[in-house]
Structures are given as structure tokens and as C-alpha cells.
């Protein structure tokens, strides 16, 4: 199984960007896929999730309203939209793919967004 996240880069506060995770070889048929960013010197966050079966979503406070996940389908990619962008967005963003039930899970390596001028 792979997983790898795209998109990432430098962009002013106040921009945008697109994340996107793919998810490879993956064979559960239910699925979370959330995304998780780890700023320097702080602990995981969970910002946002999308759910295989209904596509309901979740997001963390910090980023409502201003970014949003989405996908195609089930095993297409899975898109972070990220809008309004803030300083403190800067983060290596990483996309994580949890199979209903048991099973391994999987991460990506991450893709880093650095927010500033």
C-alpha cells in the first residue's frame, strides 16, 4: 500500500492551495481518509477526514470554513482544499488512510506548506 500526498509548496497568507492524497493498493472497501498536519515543535493535529461509505466529513475548528476535503469517488484521490490561508497553516501535511474494522493503516511521508511572504 502507498500513500502519497501532492500539492504542497509556499504561498502568502491570504492564498490557497490543493492537497492530494492517493492512495494505492489499498483493498478495504470502507474506509477513513483524514489528513493530519504537524507544525514545527507541535503534536499531530487532526484538521480533516472523509468517510468512504457516506462521504461525510469532519473538520477540525482551526481550519472550518476555510478548508475543505473531497473526493471523486471511492478509490480516487482524496483532495484537501485550503483557502484563506494563515501563517499558521505552515506545516508538513500528511494524508492517513484507516480501514473500517481491522486492518493496518497507512501514512503518507507528507508534503510540506509554508505560509508567508
Known amino acids: 500500500v502507498q500513500v502519497v500526498e501532492s500539492g504542497g509548496g509556499l504561498v502568502k497568507p491570504g492564498g490557497s492551495l490543493r492537497l492530494s492524497c492517493t492512495v494505492s493498493g489499498f483493498s478495504a472497501d470502507a474506509y477513513t481518509i483524514g489528513w493530519f498536519r504537524q507544525a514545527p515543535g507541535k503534536e499531530y493535529e487532526g484538521i480533516s477526514s472523509i468517510n ?3 462521504g461525510s466529513t469532519t473538520y477540525a475548528e482551526s481550519v472550518k470554513g476555510r478548508f475543505t476535503v473531497s473526493t471523486d469517488g471511492a478509490k480516487s484521490p482524496v483532495y484537501l482544499g485550503m483557502n ?4 499558521e497553516d505552515t506545516a508538513v501535511y500528511y494524508c492517513h488512510a484507516e480501514p473500517f474494522g481491522s486492518g493496518p493503516d497507512y501514512w503518507g511521508r507528507g508534503t510540506q506548506v ?3 511572504s
Do not use: C, E, F, W
Open 114 to 116: 509554508t505560509v508567508g
Open 84 to 87: 484563506i490561508l494563515k501563517p
Open 52 to 54: 468512504s461509505r457516506d
